[in-house]
């Protein structure tokens, strides 16, 4: 079975340009979160969907970042336009909808802003 | 929000050695995972272990939830033992399967 995926792995972008991360869940897995890990800092959560419904953006730091998961498979992550505080790994993870709720993540994509 | 506190924040081990992880979180939880974060960055599940014990070869982990507390043994340490820790939670607010909190990480370095 494979795992969670994300595209690109890597990301470098100028300040300003516009950026769209890519996350596939496992296969079944209805819940799926996006976290961040900014230099020196801890992960941080930004935003659940269960299917294609956001459950939970808390996390989302302001209104340059925009997730998406239409048909509730694959979701997509743009920020836009990038800032330079923007720059760190984001991490996808999925877990099932009905439980145990242990959730896998992603190899994350290391954005850098410059 | 939750609190979630690891220590030590570094950890040097000689090859060979046992050693003790610890996790305190501020709150009731739904859920507790332990990660390994690799030198290639990828979080690797180790344990899903909201109460009880679990283990898994050389890795053991003990979760008190009463208490707020969780416990990750390595025992007999080896080099691919090095990385990351992080200990993670999801509060019983509401639904379960939301957000997980993490803890700051234990860095460890296993020595040959």
């Known amino acids: 079975e494979a795992g969670v995926t994300q595209f690109p792995s890597h990301s470098v972008i100028e300040k300003g340009q516009t950026v769209t991360l890519r996350c596939d869940p496992i296969s079944g897995h209805d819940n799926l979160y996006w976290y961040r890990r900014v230099m020196g800092k801890e992960i941080k959560f930004l935003l659940h969907?269960?299917?294609?419904?956001?459950?939970?953006e808390s996390g989302m730091p302001n209104n340059r970042f925009l997730a998406e998961r239409t048909g509730g498979t694959y979701s997509t992550l743009k920020v836009q336009p990038a800032e330079l505080e923007d720059s760190g790994v984001y991490f996808c993870a999925s877990s099932q909808e009905q439980g145990p709720y242990e959730q896998y993540f992603g190899p994350g994509t290391r954005l850098t802003v410059t | 929000g939750i609190q979630v506190e690891q220590s030590p924040p570094d950890l040097i081990l000689q090859e060979g050695a046992n050693s003790t992880l610890r996790c305190n979180f501020s709150?009731?939880?739904?859920?507790l995972q332990w990660f390994h974060q690799n030198p290639w960055g990828q979080l690797i599940n180790l344990f899903y272990i909201p109460s009880g014990t679990k283990q898994n070869g050389r890795l053991s982990a003990t979760t008190v939830a009463t208490e707020r507390y969780s416990l990750l043994y390595i025992s007999s340490s080896q080099t691919t033992d090095s990385g990351v820790y992080f200990c993670a939670v999801e509060t019983n607010w509401g639904a379960a399967g939301n957000k997980l909190t993490f803890g700051g990480g234990t860095r460890v370095l296993v020595k040959p």
């Open positions: 969907f269960v299917k294609e419904s956001k459950q939970d």
């Open positions: 709150d009731s939880v739904n859920n």
